[in-house]
């Protein structure tokens, strides 16, 4: 059974149309990143799956139960934390652990879960003194209560240092290990590649590839690998070499470097081409495609998508259907 099933999910604010028409399965055990760029609509997606937000169309399914209409077995397999603090500010860390546990009806001890996540020596402290990254360790302590089937970390590195970016990944690892199947949205590349097992990326609220980061990778690979040798000199008939092999998309001469655009395996072809002339190669420094060439790739040509790449899905064309006024009545509604 998916962990999260998203079927035609669509929401409109107004005017603003946050979710076009989004599909999604996350599997039941797997570390899922969903990645997108700055108001691509990843907040409002688990929103949905919350029930804090009413879909203009469309269904979420967390194992199996209606987001919607069982919102309650939904939330007694989830752990959250959410993108905007829920912390009182005159209650102590140890008392909102306290209260997640008890939420949960569950047994873990508030000091083990805030030791776990480095703010034990604050346990007694109100937490309106606490630091943006202490907060956030916080409400992951809060997310980790009773070992929920389901984490749901809305950009969970805010505020972090990068000791405490590193404990949460080795966390999300240790969930995973129990069992626990891990859904966090992302704009940091970097994070989600170190511990995601399959991405999801969304832009301007549609998801234009779902797929494990090496494939997505492949995807680009061929289209975006690139080389930059340095020579003893460089000549206009090594320059044309280049440019003349097979799959070379660019090459640009800078004194006596020269970088290439070219699919990997394209790579030792190029350095033979340039040699063509007797110049000697000083340097070679070759790049994979990164998880940030991979991320601009869909997220600025979202259109028309990579190269020889995962198809985006169809634009919609239009806005979802559906009465904004009717949309803030049930938000209204949804219960929090
Ligand atoms: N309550 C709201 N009323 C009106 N528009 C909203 C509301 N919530 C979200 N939006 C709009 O919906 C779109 C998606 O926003 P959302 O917060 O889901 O993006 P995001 O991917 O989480 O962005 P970020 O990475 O910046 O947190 C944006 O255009 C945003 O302005």
Do not use: W
């Not at 998203?6 to 107004?14: A, D, E, M, P, T």
């Not at 996350?26 to 609509?41: Q, T």
């Not at 919102?71 to 829920?86: N, Q, S």
């Amino acid at each position: 059974m998916a962990a999260i099933e998203i079927r035609s999910l669509q929401k409109r604010f107004g005017d603003v149309t946050a979710l076009r028409d989004v599909d999604l399965t996350v599997k039941e055990g797997e570390v899922f990143g969903f990645l997108g760029p700055n108001g691509a609509g990843k907040s409002t997606t688990i929103d949905l799956l919350l029930d804090y937000l009413r879909p203009t169309a469309g269904s979420v399914s967390v194992f199996g139960h209606d987001a919607q209409a069982e919102t309650k077995r939904v939330h007694e397999r989830l752990g959250v934390l959410p993108d905007a603090y829920g912390l009182t500010g005159h209650l102590t860390a140890r008392q909102h652990a306290q209260f997640a546990i008890d939420s949960k009806d569950a047994d873990d001890h508030p000091l083990e879960l805030l030791d776990r996540v480095g703010v034990a020596e604050a346990a007694d402290r109100n937490v309106e003194g606490f630091s943006k990254g202490m907060k956030q360790r916080l409400l992951l302590a809060c997310a980790l209560a009773g070992s929920p089937d389901l984490l749901v970390l809305d950009e969970p590195s805010t505020g972090l240092d990068p000791n405490g970016a590193r404990r949460m990944r080795e966390i999300v690892r240790e969930e995973n290990e129990r069992g626990a199947t891990v859904f966090f949205s992302s704009h940091i590349l970097g994070q989600v590649e170190a511990v995601a097992d399959r991405v999801g990326i969304l832009v301007d609220g549609e998801v234009v590839a779902e797929d494990h980061i090496d494939d997505l990778r492949d995807s680009v690979g061929s289209a975006s690998g690139t080389l930059v040798l340095t020579l003893d000199h460089l000549s206009e008939a090594a320059l044309a070499a280049v440019r003349d092999v097979e799959g070379v998309t660019s090459a640009d001469a800078n004194g006596q470097t020269v970088t290439v655009t070219c699919p990997d395996e394209r790579k030792a072809t190029v350095v033979d081409a340039v040699r063509t002339d007797g110049a000697t190669v000083l340097d070679v420094e070759s790049r994979e495609t990164s998880l940030d060439d991979l991320f601009a790739s869909y997220t600025e040509t979202a259109d028309a998508g990579p190269e020889g790449g995962v198809e985006p899905s169809a634009d919609t064309g239009g806005e979802a259907g559906g009465d904004a006024s009717a949309d803030a009545a049930t938000d209204a509604e949804a219960s929090r």
